[in-house]
Nanobody, 117 residues
Framework: VQLVESGGGLVQPGGSLRLSCAAS????????MSWVRQVPGKGLEWVSY????????RYTDSVKGRFTVSRDNAKNTLYLQMNSLKPEDTAVYYC???????????RGQGTQVTVSS
């Protein structure tokens, strides 16, 4: 399993970012996928997941209505569109295969998102 996240950066409150996760080494098109995040000094927090076809999506309450997860199975790529960003969204964001916390160890290297004025 290889996952490479990108798209993070510094953004002002209220701004937007689109994260990408390039997947390889496994059958991406048949895998549910998750986004998780981590604030320094704290544990990993689940953010969202999406079914293999993209028909089913779920979000943690704090991002509902602001974040949208999607995927392009032809490109083996997972996305997270983040709108109306808040300072509390500041974290390193990772993608991981599946929906189980046991698979979070297979996450990529992460991409830093900083929301600050």
């Amino acid at each position: 399993v290889q996952l490479v996240e990108s798209g993070g950066g510094l953004v002002q409150p209220g701004g937007s970012l689109r994260l990408s996760c390039a997947a390889s080494g496994f059958t991406f098109s048949t895998s549910w996928m998750s986004w998780v995040r981590q604030v320094p000094g704290k544990g990993l927090e689940w953010v969202s997941y999406i079914s293999s076809s993209g028909a089913i999506t779920r979000y943690t309450d704090s991002v509902k209505g602001r974040f949208t997860v999607s995927r392009d199975n032809a490109k083996n790529t997972l996305y997270l569109q983040m709108n109306s960003l808040k300072p509390e969204d500041t974290a390193v964001y990772y993608c991981a295969p599946g929906t189980s916390t046991s698979r979070w160890d297979q996450r990529g290297q992460g991409t830093q998102v900083t929301v600050s004025s």
